[in-house]
């Protein structure tokens, strides 16, 4: 199960009303998390390393679009405060 971290464009996500979805905030910490449905998220602030049960870690901040598929199970360690837009299904 991959995560997909890219760059969008701004017209990229006025398409996808990224602007519109909701925020999300998180304090630096560490935690494990599953996802029911797929997200998508766009950081707007902070530093963060997901680590995969298969022991896959990937990297993302400020300025990525981020992209989780339904199934994965996953610990989040979040380097500095994270501020995102996001969206389930």
Not at 7 to 12: A, F, V
Not at 27 to 33: A, L, P, Q
Not at 53 to 59: E, L, N, P
Request: net charge neutral; proline share 4%; hydrophobic share 30%.
């Amino acid at each position: 199960m991959d995560i997909k971290v890219s760059k969008m464009t701004k017209d990229e996500m006025t398409k996808k009303g990224v602007n519109k979805w909701p925020i999300w905030e998180k304090e630096v910490s560490v935690f494990d998390w599953q996802y029911n449905c797929p997200e998508e998220c766009y950081i707007l602030e902070g530093d963060v390393e997901v680590t995969t049960k298969d022991g896959a870690t990937v990297k993302f901040g400020t300025g990525d679009f981020v992209s989780f598929p339904r199934g994965l199970s996953c610990t989040w360690n979040i380097n500095k405060p994270v501020r995102k837009h996001y969206h389930f299904g």
